[in-house]
């Protein structure tokens, strides 16, 4: 009889452990005092605008360092779709509209800046996690991870295309300034991914937090900014992914 391999899992590991710990106390300080440099400096500081990429690298790594590795295709798979889109949405206006990036976020492909790839990953990882947890069958689940992601957009892009000059808009639109074809793009991009990610993929419920706290750091911006109603939106948007019983 042979004797069973002994095998040890890799979120058991100590400097897996040790590398979340990092990422996590990197993660939170950039999250508290983007809070802290918009309510009393209107802002980061001219030497830190690094700062914003960064926070978002960093999201997107711990969503890789929190998921096991044989499931990293799921979270992978919102990164490339959603940086697929917003290729061809420089590039052609598809899906989106037309826009352009600034520099602010850093290092770019063909316009887009890389760092996308993460807040895709991190957003989708969140809103699967989320109805996860909520236990929405699996035929609904895209459609209204779709909605979901959308409504999360609500709140992102009046701020990230505004006050915090991410992006800019060529044409106006109704929501604050934001053309409706960019939230149809979004439904669109977003209902592709949760149909394309594996049935396997169920982020750990550290994720769905990981998520919450960029929906509540956008609320916080939000609510400090004079965005009131965009602020409360996305305090109800971080209350539905954490209000699960089955999420502790």
């Not at 420089?90 to 509209?97: I, K």
Request: aromatic share 12%.
């Amino acid at each position: 009889m042979s004797t069973p391999e002994l095998t040890i899992p890799l979120q058991s590991r100590p400097s897996l452990m040790a590398l979340r710990l990092v990422l996590a106390t990197a993660y939170g300080c950039l999250c508290v005092g983007g809070v802290v440099s918009y309510a009393f400096m209107g802002g980061p500081p001219e030497g830190l605008k690094w700062t914003a990429p960064v926070y978002l690298a960093l999201a997107g790594v711990l969503v890789l360092a929190y998921t096991p590795v044989k499931q990293w295709q799921g979270p992978l798979t919102a990164a490339l779709i959603g940086f697929a889109s917003e290729l061809s949405g420089v590039a052609y206006g598809l899906p989106y509209g037309h826009y352009e990036y600034t520099p602010i976020l850093g290092p770019a492909l063909l316009g887009v800046p890389l760092v996308l790839t993460c807040a895709w990953l991190v957003l989708a990882a969140h809103v699967r996690g989320a109805m996860e947890a909520w236990r929405i069958p699996a035929s609904v689940q895209p459609f209204l991870g779709a909605a979901w992601m959308t409504a999360l957009d609500l709140v992102i892009d009046p701020l990230a295309a505004g006050p915090l000059g991410y992006w800019s808009w060529n044409a106006s639109g109704f929501y604050y300034g934001i053309p409706a074809s960019n939230f149809a793009g979004w439904f669109v991009v977003s209902l592709v991914i949760f149909l394309s990610v594996p049935a396997n993929w169920r982020p750990q419920r550290s994720l769905v937090w990981l998520g919450a706290s960029v929906m509540a750091f956008f609320a916080a911006l939000a609510l400090l900014l004079g965005y009131g109603w965009l602020g409360l939106l996305g305090l109800v948007l971080v209350a539905a992914g954490l209000g699960s019983r089955r999420l502790p």
